[in-house]
DNA sequence: CTTCTATACTGGTATAGACCACTGAACCAC
DNA sequence: GTGGTTCAGTGGTCTATACCAGTATAGAAG
């Protein structure tokens, strides 16, 4: 099972193997994990050894430790969702709501201030626009206004944005992973093209959002403007006093 | 300075000693600190034990370690602020303005169902509902309607909400720490009292925020909902992938 | 001067052993 | 049955030691 001559770390292997038990489902939330000793019998290494991959996962979450009693595998974490990067597509589907896209405008343009400033590019880069009315259950709910901009973002005006989610695209095929998001969330009374394109009446207020998301190496590679409809959409979010 | 015979284990009185060097200023962000085999020959435990308290502050951020060089006392985050809980006086002296309020209801009362559901209670309970009117500079930004509940809620009958903030009254008074809070932030038309109290044209937009907070001990002690002018507020949150 | 090398640091990993505090069950006395 | 004790097993703390891996520097070699 454990390697010692391998390159990377007994402890590490060991957290590595605990975790793909978890994660199979061969051990569920609740049950008990062996025992720091029992783990060091069985695999011929030192207690503290064990006792290092149990405590890290431990920190990490994965596992709930009870002086007395033994270490479980821990619950599954609710909290998150709330103040998860996601984007339309995925907080739809979290919401039990069937997600859709209809592409108004996707072109190469000169980036506008505001995306300039949150791209962190020169008047001179061109950068790639995509409109879409996002739907729930096929009814218009937003409208989604990205400027997008990283090495090769042209390849984009070929994708199929009406099937297919942003942010699944740019990690399958582009491999940019959005990591975090700064978004500046505000009330506005909608505007005439708003009120045509989300159907609804005139004066109807909206949630409006400016969101700069940024990729695994904290590189900014997306700034959207949304116009959510207030009468179908909340903001969900979660504070921690830490 | 350590006490080995104290009930704190010793890795614990070394990480709060380490601590407070950091809290108090006199070790700043970027100094090296001593090294594992340094504090362990200075206070005679073994290496292993310095090495848990500096392990353990270096996961919960406040060292950083760097294999053959040392380890560091790791710069401040800038990222909170953004997803951290805070009351509207907190908010608005970080946004640099000078916060205020004016009380307009503060009265016991039944609870309305909202509030039941978020506080966890029955109907019979007893509440405290406070309402103020919440300045920046002076002029209306927001009318924040508060319900509460907790053991002795009655005694916030008689405190001046308007010299002081609630959180700070909670904590210093009260022993409430508020440690998480749930919000749904959404977009809504001013309501006649609204306009009136904020000082808005009829039909402006305003941001609606429904926030349950929760003390230390996880339980729900305040139900909120405010309305802020939407031309005066924004709501910021910063979102992570993890 | 540059380049290599030895050396003395740093943190990272791993061992073996010891004692403590807590839990739960088995057992015994009443 | 009730209440206490004993005991084995668990994680928590701590020691002492050893070697590995990465970093910086001083000094030797070119």
Redesign the pocket.
Known sequence: MLD?NHPL????QLKELLREKIASGEWKPGDM?P????LSEQF??????A??A??ELATEGLLR???????FVAEPKIEHGLTRLTGFTEDMKARGLRPGARVIRLELITPPLLAMQALQISPETKIVLLERLRLAEGEPIALETSHLHFPGVEALLNEDFENHSLYSILSEKYQITPARAVQKIGADLCSQREQALLNIGEGAPVLRNKRITYDQWGRPFEYTESAYRADRYVFQAELNAS
Chains 1, 2 share one sequence.
Not at 9 to 12: A, E, G, R, S
Not at 44 to 49: K, L, P
Not at 65 to 71: A, D, H, I, S
């Open positions: 010692k770390p007994i402890y590490f994990v025992s720091e000793r029992e011929h290494i030192s207690r503290m050894t006792r290092q149990l405590s430790r009870e002086q007395g009693r033994g270490t």
